[in-house]
């Protein structure tokens, strides 16, 4: 009989890697759902080849690498499912294919697989679809329509104080999800379900998204722009609460929480105030991401026992 002897503290838990990623799955299906409805049948490939094709490298990689296989653990089907819903609906059916890859194999595996990456993979792999292919990420289909939008064909439409191209959309319209945009960001009702549902699951915390979403309205009140459009527009939602909470890219204690979320938040209005870019939540994200290691290492608790050392 083997025995195994290690320290304590000792927790035990029913939840492990594959119960947290079913429930992120669970909490994604409302807006999923949405972009489903808002978007047609080119949103349902859209998401299915994003996920499939996810699936399939993490398999492909397991088995070259004669590994364990992990697509069980459900990781690489949330990142497809979020690579899928932060793509346009008029994207071709390579560019989510091209994501998976590079989010599965280059930002995750490269790394040591799940809990090694320092980037978030869906949003890595985002932001490197929009600077390979910049018009084909920003052309949007209206919803319940077959017209196809450009982002700066409807920016004269938008109001000044709006950071994103709504067409000047109502507050509801941006609520409920009645404007063109990726697939998964447009449903803020969808969105907030999700996040109910996360929270009542404690799967995340509040504190991330809700300083996230605070920082950003407020500094953007503060500069002269509608917070509320803020808010509703764009991926910040989606960023927010889905993806700026990820466990391997995220500081683990609440002070570095409170300062990442923060970050985020600034980040986010700043690049769309001052930045070429509408949509700066991605890259604030990323950024933050890269930023995470060092505000683990300086909000650290003191270790029981330790000695002072002098000054």
Known sequence: ?????????????????????????????????????????????????????CVFFEALWCALGHKRSTVSDLSAAVTGL??????????????????????IIVIKQLF?????????????????????WPAHMTTFMLP??????????????ATAAT????GGASYIDLFLGNVPGCIGEVCKAALLIGFLYLLIRRVIGWQIPVIFVATAAALSWALGDDPLQTVLTGGLLLGAIFMATDYATSPMLFVGECIYAFGCGVIVVVIRKFGNYPEGCSYAILLMNIVTPLIDKYCKRRVYGEVKKNA
């Open 1 to 53: 009989m083997k025995l195994s002897l290690s320290s304590g503290p000792h927790l035990h838990a029913k939840e492990n890697t594959q119960r947290a990623m079913l429930d992120v799955l669970i909490a994604l299906l409302p807006a999923t759902a949405a972009g489903l409805y808002f978007f047609g049948w080119k949103a349902a490939m859209v998401v299915a080849v994003s996920v499939v094709s």
């Open 112 to 132: 040591g697989g799940i809990g090694s990456n320092f980037l978030n993979p869906a949003l890595a792999a985002r932001a490197a679809l929009l600077s390979s």
């Open 144 to 157: 319940q329509r077959t017209l196809l939008v450009h982002t700066a064909e409807v920016a004269d439409a």
């Open 163 to 166: 950071p994103l191209a709504t």
């Open 82 to 103: 979020l690579l899928g819903l932060n793509l346009p609906a008029t994207a071709p059916w390579w560019m989510p294919v091209i994501g998976g890859l590079f989010a």
